[in-house]
């Protein structure tokens, strides 16, 4: 199992190359977040209640790919995915990093411009920030670095 991690652009596209594209194996993010948390790089938020597919009249096979509804289905779910990527969007007004949920799940939640700038900005301030990137240490760390720093010059990023 692992997790896709993409660049979005300010305008909420994914964006386009290679490098805008990050890939964690279960036990790197594991190892990544516990060095986050390590950093003061995450904030412990809980989990946003999504809304339910039942309060919108779905279920899960609603939302598959390929699947035709009349219009009136098409716009309860059209309904659903908006109300869930609201929540996915959300973040705090002045976030002190980013919310441990929004890397720890791969439910497509946008980690903001802003929480990634908390986090970067924990990061630097850190005193061991020098052993952190040496090549003794994990090697996929630096290379995470630099997506987060290249997420905060675009439109964020989001785990899938």
């Given at each position: 199992?692992?997790?896709?991690?993409?660049?979005?652009?300010?305008?909420?596209?994914?964006?386009?190359?290679?490098?805008?594209?990050?890939?964690?194996?279960?036990?790197?993010?594991?190892?990544?977040?516990?060095?986050?948390?390590?950093?003061?790089?995450?904030?412990?938020?809980?989990?946003?209640?999504?809304?339910?597919?039942?309060?919108?009249?779905?279920?899960?096979?609603?939302?598959?790919?390929?699947?035709?509804?009349?219009?009136?289905?098409?716009?309860?779910?059209?309904?659903?995915?908006?109300?869930?990527?609201?929540?996915?969007?959300?973040?705090?007004?002045?976030?002190?990093?980013?919310?441990?949920?929004?890397?720890?799940?791969?439910?497509?939640?946008?980690?903001?411009?802003?929480?990634i700038t908390a986090a970067l900005a924990a990061y630097e301030a850190h005193p061991n920030i020098d052993v952190s990137e040496m090549p003794l240490g994990d090697p996929i760390w630096p290379h995470w670095i630099a997506?987060?720093?290249?997420?905060?010059?675009?439109?964020?990023?989001?785990?899938?």
């Amino acid at each position: 199992m692992g997790y896709d991690i993409y660049i979005q652009t300010a305008d909420g596209r994914r964006a386009d190359g290679e490098e805008n594209y990050f890939r964690f194996e279960l036990i790197a993010r594991i190892r990544a977040l516990g060095t986050m948390r390590n950093f003061g790089m995450l904030a412990e938020l809980p989990y946003p209640a999504i809304p339910l597919l039942s309060a919108y009249g779905l279920t899960d096979g609603d939302l598959k790919a390929g699947v035709r509804h009349a219009l009136d289905k098409a716009n309860l779910v059209a309904e659903y995915r908006s109300a869930y990527r609201a929540v996915m969007d959300a973040a705090e007004p002045e976030p002190t990093g980013i919310p441990t949920y929004k890397l720890a799940y791969n439910d497509g939640a946008l980690v903001t411009v802003a929480e990634i700038t908390a986090a970067l900005a924990a990061y630097e301030a850190h005193p061991n920030i020098d052993v952190s990137e040496m090549p003794l240490g994990d090697p996929i760390w630096p290379h995470w670095i630099a997506f987060l720093r290249r997420a905060k010059e675009h439109g964020g990023l989001r785990a899938h």
